[in-house]
C-alpha cells in the first residue's frame, strides 16, 4: 500500500501535495517504464537577518520513455533546506511505486541526506514523509550532485521554477 502524506505535519506540505496531483493523475494512466530521473530545486528568499521567508519549489521529472512533467509551487514561510526537501518530496511523490528513481539536485544538503538514508537532526518532518515515501512505494531512490548555476540545463529550469514561484508568493504578499 502506498503511503498517504501527512499534509499538517509541516505547513509546506498541502502545497507540494496540490502542484503535484495532476502529475501524479497522468502518471498513473500510463506505463512510463521503471526508471526515472528528477531534477530538484527549491528557493527561499528571506528578508535580511530572518531564516525564513517566501519560498517555492521545483522537481523536473523525466521517465525513461522521453516523457517529461514539471512540478512547482509556492511556500509559506520556509527556509532553503525546507524547500530544498519540499523538491524532493514533489518527486518522490510522482515516481511510480517500485520504480528506480534518480535526483539531481545542487542542494549538498539534499543529497547528503539521501545518501544517509535521510537521518536528519533538522526538518525531521519533512525527512519522516521521504522515508515513509521511499519505503511505501518501494522505491530505489539515488541522489546526485550537480553543481548549481553552471549551465546544466535541467537545473537551471529547476532553479528558475522554484524561484519564479518564490517570486510570485512576494508579490502576492507586497
Known amino acids: 500500500m502506498i503511503p498517504e502524506i501527512e499534509t499538517e505535519s509541516s505547513p509546506e506540505l498541502p502545497a507540494v501535495v496540490a502542484a503535484v496531483a495532476p502529475i501524479q493523475r497522468q502518471?498513473?494512466?500510463?506505463?512510463?517504464?521503471?526508471?526515472?530521473?528528477?531534477?530538484?530545486?527549491?528557493?527561499?528568499?528571506?528578508?535580511?537577518?530572518?531564516?525564513?521567508?517566501?519560498?517555492?519549489?521545483?522537481?523536473?521529472?523525466?521517465?525513461?520513455?522521453?516523457?517529461?512533467?514539471?512540478a512547482h509551487g509556492d511556500l509559506p514561510a520556509t527556509t532553503s533546506n525546507r524547500a530544498e526537501v519540499c523538491a524532493l518530496i514533489s518527486a518522490l511523490l510522482c515516481a511510480p511505486e517500485g520504480t528506480?528513481?534518480?535526483v539531481q539536485s545542487d542542494s549538498r544538503y539534499v543529497v547528503d541526506h539521501v545518501r544517509r538514508w535521510m537521518q536528519a537532526g533538522d526538518n525531521d518532518d519533512l525527512w519522516t514523509e521521504v522515508r515513509e515515501l521511499a519505503i511505501g512505494k518501494q522505491l530505489d531512490l539515488h541522489a546526485t550532485w550537480v553543481a548549481g548555476h553552471m549551465g546544466h540545463q535541467h537545473n537551471e529550469r529547476a532553479d528558475l521554477l522554484a524561484s519564479g514561484a518564490n517570486l510570485r508568493r512576494r508579490k502576492r504578499r507586497g
Open 27 to 70: 502518471i498513473a494512466r500510463g506505463d512510463w517504464g521503471k526508471y526515472f530521473v528528477a531534477y530538484t530545486d527549491g528557493s527561499c528568499r528571506a528578508p535580511q537577518g530572518e531564516e525564513e521567508g517566501a519560498g517555492g519549489f521545483a522537481a523536473i521529472i523525466f521517465s525513461a520513455r522521453g516523457q517529461r512533467w514539471e
Open 100 to 102: 528506480h528513481l534518480s
